[in-house]
């Protein structure tokens, strides 16, 4: 199966930016895009960013002109640069997948934004 780890969070100041990076390894047959998650306390988890096999990329509106998602085959790896950072996108971050009908997270990577 899949496996997706996630690196790149920590604390930034409001407007500041991040990348965070979604490594996947494993049995990656299958896959259909890759997808940036994000959990507040006391929030379901949200999808905020997508991109699919082919490149195609969409996001929340609360994110759109702020992040950008993008992925380099080569080193089997998918980034969220997220800039013009704000309180309200504290949260941990997971990227995700599905698989043969399965769905696949990483562990995360806690993004603070605040001053």
Excluded at 51 to 63: A, K, L, M, R
């Amino acid at each position: 199966q899949v496996r997706l780890v996630e690196s790149g969070g920590g604390l930034v100041q409001p407007g500041g930016s991040l990348r965070l990076s979604c490594v996947i390894s494993g049995n990656t047959g299958g896959i259909n895009g890759i997808g940036w998650y994000r959990q507040a306390p006391g929030n379901s988890r949200e999808l905020v960013a997508g991109i699919t096999n082919h490149g195609y990329t969409d996001y929340v509106d609360s994110v759109k002109g702020r992040f950008t998602v993008s992925r380099d085959n080569a080193k089997s790896t998918v980034y969220l640069q997220m800039n013009s950072l704000k309180p309200e996108d504290t949260a941990v971050y997971s990227c995700g997948t599905t698989q043969f009908g399965s769905n696949y997270w990483g562990p995360g990577t806690q993004v603070t934004v605040s001053s």
